[in-house]
């Protein structure tokens, strides 16, 4: 099946598409790319995401997912057209969403007890009315009703395509916030351990904000980050933070890790005295002591360390990794034939084959949940749509 994926995670940065071959054979899945396309997001539209996922109106939030559908929809065409592939040749879109809001801890509400909940939003109907093809969205709310926290998801792709007999691996994705996947040496989704390890770059992104006062998103490539000494008396008070230290699963994001974070951290007495550089180079240590701490929660060793995500660009986190983990060889998705900023896309087109298979998406000892659930809503392309799918799984 022909399947492509679409991304946009917590740096709200723009949309990421992968189209994707997928067969499956004896020993799992065979995956290969076939085309990646970013469609970034104007700057201001990168604001006003930020802005509503903090304090946006219902109105807001009502255009917004309309207006990101068109952005999706545009992202899969995008991306078809790269890869020189007809629409009608491509099966099926799994759409992750925008995220705007993400509460996984629960919160005590009448009646019902403890309630976790997760927004995603890029309206999957205007996805689909615009290609023409069946897509898959909200892949989180199935795991948050089945009692998990809906996230992370991408570890059970991460399992399908990098497990390895001989050697334990860490996959790493340092985006808004970084998530880890330790994949001990075996098959199957046994021993994997997975969860948010907290502050990436919607950190150093918000620092950078904070200091140009709006006008520049991001320290690229980590050259100011690069320039600056890491200060121990602050990182120690940021190493501090509790959900360092809080057992998974877990996960975490702009309501812990956004503009509430820039603002205590900026204002911290360490933090005070220090250069932008400084600061940069400090948060780029924390981020890579956070993935570092996924240590505590695992028996095995670590054989090799994988990192994707926009973050894989700033080289100051990629130094950083490599001494966190050293003698461990720290080394991009690259180095293991995948594109870095497409891998989160995808990981949603394999998803979204799985739940067209009738295959489990999620794994509840990551998430939480009390059982493996098939994710995701589905929006059929139109008449025959069933009938359609089912040839193409047969093939
Ligand atoms: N050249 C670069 N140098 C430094 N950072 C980069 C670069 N390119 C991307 N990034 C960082 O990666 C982030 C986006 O990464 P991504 O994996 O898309 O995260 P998310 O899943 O949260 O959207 C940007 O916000 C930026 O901070
Ligand atoms: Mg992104």
């Known amino acids: 099946m022909k399947v492509v994926g679409l991304m946009s995670g917590t740096s709200g940065d723009g949309v990421d598409a992968a189209l994707v071959e997928i067969r499956r054979n004896k020993g799992g899945l065979r995956v290969a790319m076939l085309a990646a396309h970013a469609l970034p997001y104007p700057r201001s539209l990168q604001q006003r995401i930020v802005a509503a996922s903090v304090s946006g109106t219902v109105a807001d939030v009502c255009h917004l997912n309309v207006l990101l559908g068109e952005w999706f ?3 899969a065409l995008g991306v078809i057209r790269a890869a020189a592939v007809q629409l009608q040749d491509v099966d099926l879109i799994g759409s992750h969403g925008q995220t705007l809001h993400h509460l996984p801890q629960g919160i005590k509400d009448v009646k019902v007890g403890a309630i976790r909940s997760t927004l995603q939003i890029a309206e999957p109907a205007i996805i689909a009315e615009r290609t023409g093809i069946t897509t898959i969205a909200n892949f989180r709310p199935r795991d948050i009703a089945a009692g998990g ?5 991408t570890p059970a792709v991460h399992a399908l395509l990098f497990r390895h007999r001989r050697r334990a691996r860490l996959i790493v994705n340092l ?4 998530n880890v996947t330790y994949l001990p040496k075996g098959s199957g989704y046994e021993g994997i351990v997975a969860f ?3 502050p990436a770059n919607m950190v150093l992104d918000g620092l950078m904000a904070w200091y140009s006062k709006g006008r520049m998103a991001m320290d690229r490539d980590g050259r100011l980050a690069a320039k600056g000494k890491v200060d121990s008396r602050l990182l120690a008070k940021l190493l501090a933070h509790p959900y360092l230290s809080q057992s998974p699963p877990k996960s975490t994001g ?3 890790f956004g503009a509430k974070m820039i603002d205590e951290l900026t204002t911290m007495p360490q933090a005070r005295q220090l250069t932008i550089e400084d600061l940069l180079a400090t948060c780029s240590r924390w981020t890579a002591e956070a993935v570092g701490t996924v240590r505590r929660w695992i028996t095995g060793g670590i054989d090799e360390v994988i990192v ?3 973050g894989v660009r700033n080289r100051a986190i990629m130094q950083h990794l490599a001494d966190v983990f050293a003698p461990t060889p720290v080394a991009p998705f690259e180095s293991y034939g995948w594109d870095s900023k497409a891998f989160e896309a995808v990981a949603f087109a394999v998803l979204a084959y799985q739940t067209a298979m009738d295959q489990y998406g999620n794994i509840p000892s990551v998430t939480g949940a009390a059982h493996p659930a098939l994710l995701g809503c589905i929006v059929p392309a139109g008449p025959g749509w069933i009938e359609r799918l089912r040839r193409r799984a047969k093939k």
Do not use: F
């Open 73 to 75: 929809a545009n992202a």
């Open 149 to 153: 926290q809906g996230a992370p998801l």
């Open 175 to 178: 985006g808004g916030i970084s």
């Open 196 to 198: 948010d390890t907290g």
């Open 254 to 256: 702009r309501e812990v």
């Open 308 to 310: 994707g995500g926009g």
